[in-house]
């Protein structure tokens, strides 16, 4: 079973709608939680970390459950910026170090 | 800051030639992270180096791949002998204490 699980879409929605994104992860000792933004052949940039009692930044809502090993990304007011592909990101600590372990990513596509 | 520097940006070799892709992470950054990214498995971790020392390279494919961090300055990953499924795009990644990950713009590498 992959560490980190997100449904691949393609989500494909008008300008204006919400959507949103959800994804698993089977390690429990992760110990922070991030959703990453990957446009088309560029690299993956930080789009917001995710808390326990959850949180928002402007239109983006990220939330996590602990107990349900889940975490959500919803998009409100879609824009046709918003188009690119979200990736689940956990990151684990151990004695050695840490790293971030992504998931495959969710496809948005936001149309006009 | 220049960022993450990755070279060379695209890379086309033939079956069994040797393959070197380079990269320089942020000054100061004391995490160096080498992922590989394709359609079918996403973005999987390789190896990192936590100042200059080899972690964890679990994830390492076999024993054609190496990856070398000689200073704090410069990471390198080679392929040898490459194989066509080896074709991805290889990111970098470097990091302050495992926080504030910055990827930088990949490596695309063809092997025909």
């Known amino acids: 079973r992959k560490e980190v699980e997100q449904d691949p879409g393609p989500f494909n929605v008008p300008e204006g709608a919400t959507v949103a994104f959800n994804c698993t992860y089977s390690?429990?000792?992760?110990?922070?939680f991030f959703w990453y933004r990957q446009d088309c052949r560029k690299e993956p940039k930080l789009l917001m970390s995710?808390?326990?009692s959850g949180n928002e930044d402007g239109r983006f809502t990220a939330q996590l459950n602990r107990a349900s090993q889940y975490i959500s990304l919803l998009i409100r007011d879609s824009k046709l910026s918003d188009s690119a592909t979200y990736l689940c990101?956990?990151?684990?600590?151990?004695?050695?170090?840490?790293?971030?372990?992504f998931g495959k990513g969710t496809t948005l596509s936001v149309s006009s | 800051d220049a960022g993450v520097i990755q070279s060379p940006r695209h890379e086309v070799t033939e079956m069994g030639q040797e393959v070197t892709l380079r990269c320089k992470p942020i000054?100061?950054?004391?995490?160096l992270f080498w992922y590989r990214q394709t359609m079918m498995r996403g973005l999987e971790l390789l190896i990192y180096?936590?100042?200059?020392?080899?972690?964890?390279d679990s994830g390492m494919p076999e024993d054609r791949f190496s990856a070398k961090m000689p200073n704090a300055s410069f990471s390198t990953l080679k392929i040898q002998p490459s194989e066509p499924r080896d074709s991805a795009v290889y990111f970098c990644?470097?990091?302050?204490?495992?926080?504030?990950?910055?990827f930088g713009s990949g490596t695309r590498l063809t092997v025909v």
């Open positions: 990101v956990v990151n684990m600590f151990n004695q050695a170090g840490t790293a971030l372990i």
């Open positions: 180096f936590n100042n200059n020392v080899p972690i964890d």
């Open positions: 995710v808390y326990s």
């Open positions: 000054s100061g950054h004391d995490y």
């Open positions: 990644a470097s990091s302050d204490r495992g926080y504030s990950y910055t």
């Open positions: 390690n429990s000792a992760s110990q922070s």
